[in-house]
């Protein structure tokens, strides 16, 4: 493969691994899960456990990837081998790959939901439709969104052509332009009648709700998967970071503006949802139902309308462009001799054909594979936790110490020791460990 290719500015790679962080988990997720949980008191608990993961968990697999100069398979291989049990890394690294795979695949889907609706807005349908029935008229249909998901599959295959430069270059015009567009909504929303219940919800905790285990779970779940810490993605970002830059600063600005564009996400989604009286803890209904029917009843709501899902698509595809670097990177590991166009068209036919009929919600008359969200919830079940757990084991139960170290030193402004080393092994991996019991045993999609 030639010497590896490496980011060319430390903020094109805090930028790209934003990208790879910000997504649904921060569009969606987080709102309707501290709508759910009690508002702030859920963001308490968010913010303790985006503390723990990102110092430890988030920093440990850029370290490995650095270390290893390798993606996911090559990481795990790394790892194990310094217990003399290569054979055992090549196996286990395939069940967070496949992760990535598998979520890449109902992923795509639901970000050509979110193109349909940037469409929609910008030729003036959605603002003259039911918001419900305009939802149910795709959501439930085989090859509803066919075009867009073609759409998006390609684009984000092409943003990967030329590796580590052409991800640096387009997460340097998307993240910005993220951030910049739902700041502009959130200005938007602040102007609302009635927005005031919805930021006194926002920032004002129920402390009752911190007697309730299920908020300390729902808020380490997203903390965790928020982050993107999945035994896999981050890994590849690592790998292709020069020696000199310091990983736990760089897992610390990835945490602030992942945290930052989830406030963002939160600021626009929960008072819009107060203003009009509408369910603040609807999951998906708040980005496709709620937002479009607040947009029909405001002054240049349309304009407003495309700002959102323009957002959204930019945050989607940075996201996608991660799960697709993480397949891509591994297949060329194991098969040096590919070009990286081959793989990409190849994971794109295989993101298509699969998840094409995967384009309704959930299983109906057609649907042959059930639909994206039961998918979606077999892999943040069952593939994702297991392969996160694996990951924390690896690199704090089976690395050796002083390699993981050494490599979390290099670059380093302040030197981390036995607390750092010592809160990955004996808090992080535990944490990974119980979520991942807890998913398994509950039936939880985190």
Same mark, same amino acid.
Not at 151 to 157: D, S, W
Not at 390 to 402: Q, R, T
């Given at each position: 493969m030639g010497q590896r290719k490496t980011f060319k500015s430390r903020w094109g790679f805090i930028l790209a691994c934003v990208g790879s962080a910000v997504g649904m988990a921060n569009v969606w997720g987080f709102p309707y899960k501290l709508g759910m949980n009690g508002g702030g008191a859920f963001l308490v608990c968010y913010l303790f456990f985006i503390f723990i993961f990102s110092y430890t968990g988030l920093s440990s697999e850029y370290a490995i990837g650095r270390r290893s100069k390798a993606g996911t398979l090559g990481a795990y291989e790394y790892a194990w081998a310094s217990r003399g049990h290569r054979g055992i890394g090549k196996l286990v690294?395939?069940?967070?790959?496949?992760?990535?795979?598998?979520?890449?695949?109902?992923?795509?889907v639901i970000i050509s939901y979110v193109l349909k609706a940037l469409?929609?807005?910008i030729f003036g349908t959605l603002m003259t439709v039911d918001a419900e029935a305009w939802f149910g008229s795709f959501a439930f249909k085989t090859f509803s969104v066919a075009p867009f998901h073609i759409?998006?599959?390609?684009?984000?295959?092409l943003t990967l052509l030329y590796g580590t430069h052409s991800i640096e270059r387009t997460n340097k015009i998307m993240m910005p332009l993220f951030f910049v567009l739902f700041a502009i909504l959130a200005v938007r929303v602040f102007f609302m009648p009635g927005a005031l219940e919805g930021y006194k919800f926002l920032f004002t905790p129920k402390w009752d709700y911190l007697k309730n285990p299920e908020t300390w779970v729902w808020a380490m779940g997203q903390a965790f998967f928020s982050l993107s810490i999945t035994g896999s993605g981050m890994i590849v970002y690592g790998s292709y970071l020069h020696e000199e830059e310091d990983i736990v600063d760089g897992a610390k600005n990835t945490a602030v503006f992942d945290t930052l564009a989830a406030l963002v996400a939160a600021l626009v989604m929960i008072p819009s949802a107060f203003a009009f009286g509408m369910d603040s803890a609807g999951g998906p209904g708040l980005l496709f139902v709620t937002l479009p029917t607040v947009l029909q009843h405001i002054p240049l709501g349309r304009v407003f309308a495309i700002i959102l899902y323009l957002a959204v698509v930019f945050g989607g595809i940075s996201s996608l462009q991660n799960m697709f670097e993480v397949v891509t990177d591994s297949i060329l590991y194991k098969c040096p001799k590919l070009k990286r166009a081959q793989v990409l068209l190849g994971l794109s036919l295989l993101t298509l054909l699969i998840g094409i009929f995967m384009e309704p919600i959930a299983e109906t008359q057609g649907a042959i594979l059930g639909g994206w969200g039961p998918w979606m919830d077999l892999v943040s079940i069952y593939i994702?936790?297991?392969?996160?757990?694996? *990951? $924390?084991?690896?690199?704090?139960?089976?690395?050796?110490?002083?390699?993981?170290?050494?490599?979390?030193?290099? *670059? $380093?402004n302040k030197v981390q020791g036995d607390l750092w080393y010592g809160l990955g092994k004996w808090v992080y991996t535990p944490l990974a460990i119980i979520l991942c019991v807890i998913a398994l045993a509950f039936k939880i999609a985190f």
């Open positions: 690294g395939w069940i967070p790959l496949v992760g990535s795979i598998c979520i890449a695949i109902g992923y795509a469409t929609d807005s759409f998006i599959v390609v684009v984000t295959a994702i936790p297991i392969g996160a757990s694996i *990951g $924390a084991f690896s690199w704090f139960w089976i690395l050796k110490k002083e390699e993981l170290l050494d490599e979390i030193n290099k *670059g $380093a």
